[in-house]
């Protein structure tokens, strides 16, 4: 409250060598004692006024009111502020920071850090009267729950290597919500990490049963990275030699972009184009490798057997193929097609989306890559026992081994997503990975006949090219803007693909009353 008024009663004996003088000495003895208290209460933030006083007994009518200033007493501050859990420097070596460096605040220290292209002064700190400096940890989280209950949910068939999934909730919490497994960095030390060395033995095991492969690696970032890592892998085979990479038009657009960042500091060049029709001959003496995806940027399915045939017969190059995981317990394996490296995510194995990431990448290879591939791999050896024991068999970074030896300087790892989806294939076994790969196959092709019904053009021109994804083509330029528009309207986001196209991607959260509801909206806006 802005003002509190009460009797404040001090009733204490005078010193024995006062009690014998005048009165006088004793009033002496009160206004020190007033100024001592006035003196307190306003190290507290109050402002003491005597209204009334008396010399026997002493007594204080004192009026008290909060002294508006920004700095908030120490006693009334909150206990669980964020600031007394950070670990970091206190008030008074903030203090001794700024005046060694002649400054009188923080934010002069960041004005002076950040250049004033980039700085924000908005965005770089909340407004004083909306969140007050030391807020409590409770207070904030709530503000920050009203501010994320802000958002707009809607159901997302967006896809592009995106998708929800269900975490078991036997994964989730032991894993995902365990502080043994998810503050675990890399497990250099065997002999205390066994129990997730195997677990990432199994996620290297996983990759190459699907992907068809003799060697994985035990997870990189994501997808995106995992491809500029096999760019720089086909580039190192033949020792720099070649340094043309070919791209397909069709392979997801982030993807593409990160290729492109990392040529451009390999010095490769980069051709994106349709692959089918590509004119490999000519390309013979440059080109070191070719990416494609696998299903592609439209959700089609197709036979890459005889094209990679093709391409390394005509331009002795190394394929790379990205590939979705849950498709791979339908389709062809990468190995099966004659493909030499195969990317992507592990993501839809139980990883939640999480706004875009983190997720697990993986990266699998013949067995004549084996030294070659980035990351770790973990290994069995036999301890002095005589028993079986994991270890990390190989790590490729310059961070472990001579820079000019390195075969990748990025490489990170995600062991904690990486674990939690290969225990989401354990948990669902091979029979229910393919049950969940058949049931979101099936929803995708029934949206196709049901299209195709309603007079909508397809990319795909048979069910048999889809797996969980159908592309719509669009004569007129903006439909497909048209048709996004209105479905967001009923609280439903579909992806753009370019002006004259969209795409419907299903996961196996998709239900049928979803399915249906799609329908009656595409037969409304038809």
Same mark, same amino acid.
């Given at each position: ?64 009111? &909060? ?6 007493? *120490? ?86 290597? &995106? ?73 190192? #085979? ?116 999480? &706004? ?33 024991? &994991? ?20 490489? #990170? ?38 299209? *195709?019904?309603?007079?909508?053009? #397809? ?5 048999? *090219? ?23 309207? *009923? ?36």
């Amino acid at each position: 409250r802005e003002k509190i008024d009460f009797f404040f009663l001090m009733i204490r004996r005078p010193p024995r060598s006062t009690q014998s003088r005048s009165s006088a000495a004793s009033d002496v003895y009160k206004r020190q004692s007033l100024r001592m208290l006035k003196r307190i209460l306003k190290q507290r933030g109050l402002v003491a006024k005597v209204l009334t006083n008396s010399i026997r007994p002493m007594k204080f009518s004192v009026s008290l009111k &909060y002294q508006q200033t920004q700095q908030v007493p *120490n006693f009334l501050k909150a206990t669980d502020s964020l600031v007394n859990r950070h670990i970091g420097p206190n008030e008074k070596e903030i203090y001794e920071m700024l005046h060694s460096l002649g400054l009188s605040s923080l934010d002069e220290l960041m004005k002076q850090t950040i250049p004033e292209s980039v700085y924000d002064k908005e965005a770089l700190e909340f407004k004083h009267q909306e969140i007050p400096q030391q807020v409590p940890e409770t207070l904030l989280l709530k503000r920050f729950g009203d501010m994320m209950n802000q958002n707009e949910l809607k159901k997302c068939y967006i896809g592009a290597g &995106y998708y929800n999934t269900i975490t078991p909730p036997v994964v989730q919490r032991n894993i995902l919500e365990n502080p043994q497994w998810y503050t675990s960095y890399t497990p250099y030390q065997a002999e205390i990490s066994q129990g997730r060395l195997e677990s990432l033995l199994n996620f290297q095991t996983m990759i190459c049963e699907l992907t068809g492969l003799e060697q994985s690696n035990a997870s990189l970032l994501d997808e995106g990275t995992a491809a500029a890592e096999a760019l720089n892998l086909c580039y190192g #085979t033949f020792s720099s030699k070649k340094n043309v990479f070919l791209v397909s038009k069709d392979v997801f657009p982030q993807t593409i972009e990160i290729v492109k960042t990392k040529a451009k500091f390999l010095n490769v060049e980069i051709i994106v184009d349709d692959v089918s029709k590509f004119d490999y001959k000519s390309h013979k003496e440059r080109l070191c490798g070719v990416l494609i995806q696998y299903p592609d940027n439209f959700g089609s399915v197709r036979n890459y057997e005889t094209l990679i045939q093709q391409i390394k017969t005509e331009a002795e190059a190394k394929v790379v193929l990205a590939t979705d995981l849950l498709a791979l317990t339908l389709i062809k394996s990468p190995g099966e097609l004659g493909a030499d490296i195969a990317i992507g995510t592990a993501q839809r194995f139980g990883v939640p989306m999480g &706004y875009g990431g983190p997720h697990a990448a993986f990266m699998a290879v013949r067995e004549e890559f084996q030294r070659k591939i980035p990351g770790r791999v973990v290994g069995i050896s036999k301890d002095a026992q005589g028993r079986s024991a &994991y270890r990390l068999a190989l790590q490729t970074r310059e961070q472990h081994i001579r820079r000019e030896k390195a075969t990748s300087n990025i490489c #990170t790892a995600q062991a904690l997503l990486a674990n939690i989806s290969v225990m989401y294939a354990i948990y669902h076994g091979p029979r229910g990975l393919k049950e969940i790969a058949r049931r979101v196959n099936s929803l995708a092709q029934i949206l196709f006949l049901g299209l *195709n019904d309603l007079g909508y053009q #397809t990319v795909q021109k048979c069910k048999t *090219n889809i797996f969980d994804t159908v592309a719509i083509n669009f004569e007129q330029t903006n439909m497909a803007d048209h048709l996004i528009t209105f479905l967001q309207d *009923n609280d439903i986001n579909i992806r753009r693909i370019d002006d004259h196209h969209v795409s419907i991607s299903f996961d196996e959260t998709t239900t049928l009353e979803d399915l249906e509801q799609l329908l009656q909206h595409f037969a409304k806006f038809n």
